[in-house]
């Protein structure tokens, strides 16, 4: 063969290689790695003091401290483990924990609190948190009908200090007004509270349809907003039907997270997607995400990977037990983890995710929280 036909083909392959060299960089950029995890039986650290237990674990929160807060319901903590807390003692476990407890990144114990007292009214079916860049602490609940004793619905969020006094209630006890009231929540579900403009935002969904806007150190009403960034809606749109029109209403606004860059992320728990929006309201885009889950929803709440861009989004898949990792450039799906069982490692009804500041992850499920600690995938910096 000429030597020049053979330096073209050379050439040629070089060149290929070179293309193909190319498209896996660029194909790397458009889609992060898969983080990997292994079950991290050392947290927190057990027993718990004081002979403690959990009852529903409504909410979880890490902090820029790399602090996990974890928010629960004692009220729905299961009988057979109350056994010490009962007169006469029943047995020698256990006793509801505090509504709110506070573990350090080793999983020991800071400090507790929570409850009723003067000043406002403690929320009941305790659900949601969320640490603010002051370190002041938000707390909500998921109420929407009266109790057993006739105590009203959970209308209110409340903004605590870091130690637990008691800051600012926005709302009251009682039930919903509508979705378009700026005075009265309805089973408030989470909060996100913006740096930039410090103003709180809530998922304010189990009884309403919207998220809601609020100065985060007055209390007074900015803007709201409900599916597609319309105006909320209360129509009776029944039951989710995977085969149906997209719905033009949150179901349940159950999470919403804000951005470094500025978007707004909203779970529709029960019409299975994310909706995007920027900070006024004005609507983004939206990404479903197994269409066809029933139980629970498949878009429970959201995490940011904390490299400086927030490249990954966490995404709790409540109706699936399993963590959904999606590039938050475009919403596509890199990965899941989990399954659903009682083991250590497996997941059980998860209802939030969190990630720390070096992507370990956490999850909260019925009356347990688990660390996953991170073995591989994509860098934090």
């Given at each position: 063969?000429p ?40 947290f927190?650290k057990?027993?718990l ?10 909410g ?44 350090d ?41 009266p ?8 209308g ?54 919207r ?20 105006p ?51 609507f ?19 995490a ?28 596509k799906?890199?990965?899941?983890f989990?399954?659903y ?9 998860p ?18 929280v ?12």
């Amino acid at each position: 063969m000429p030597k020049s036909v053979l330096a073209h083909i050379r050439i040629s392959i070089l060149s290929l290689a070179v293309i193909a060299s190319a498209q896996s960089a660029v194909a790397a950029d458009a889609a992060p790695l898969m983080p990997q995890y292994k079950i991290d039986t050392s947290f927190p650290k057990l027993p718990l003091p004081n002979n403690w237990t959990f009852g529903l674990v409504g909410g979880i929160f890490v902090d820029s401290r790399d602090h996990l807060f974890i928010y629960h319901a004692p009220s729905e903590t299961p009988r057979y483990a109350l056994s010490a807390a009962q007169t006469p003692k029943r047995g020698k476990c256990c006793i509801s924990a505090p509504h709110v407890v506070e573990f350090d990144k080793a999983g020991n114990v800071v400090r507790s609190w929570g409850g009723p007292g003067a000043g406002y009214d403690w929320p009941r079916s305790e659900h949601g948190l969320y640490v603010d860049y002051k370190g002041n602490i938000w707390l909500g609940g998921s109420a929407t009908r009266p109790g057993e004793k006739g105590e009203p619905e959970n209308g209110l969020v409340l903004k605590f200090s870091p130690d637990g006094k008691f800051l600012m209630q926005i709302g009251k006890p009682g039930p919903s007004k509508g979705s378009r009231d700026t005075t009265q929540l309805s089973g408030p579900a989470n909060f996100s509270v913006d740096p930039v403009d410090n103003e709180v935002y809530i998922a304010d969904g189990y009884g309403n349809h919207r998220v809601i806007v609020f100065d985060a150190d007055t209390g007074k009403f900015k803007r709201q907003w409900g599916a597609y960034g319309k105006p909320p809606t209360d129509d009776n749109i029944g039951a989710y039907d995977p085969n149906a029109p997209l719905a033009q209403q949150f179901r349940i606004a159950h999470c919403v997270r804000v951005s470094k860059d500025g978007l707004v992320y909203v779970c529709d728990r029960l019409n299975n997607r994310v909706q995007v929006f920027k900070k006024d309201g004005t609507f983004v885009t939206e990404w479903i995400y197994d269409k066809e889950t029933l139980q629970s929803g498949s878009v429970g709440s959201i995490a940011f990977w904390p490299d400086a861009k927030q490249t990954i989004l966490g995404i709790n898949d409540m109706g699936n037990s399993q963590v959904r990792f999606v590039n938050r450039a475009d919403g596509k799906v890199i990965g899941n983890f989990g399954w659903y069982g009682t083991w250590a490692g497996e997941l059980m009804r998860p209802h939030e995710v969190a990630f720390d500041s070096e992507g370990n992850l956490y999850t909260s499920e019925d009356y347990r929280v688990q660390k996953f600690t991170r073995s591989g995938g994509p860098p934090v910096k």
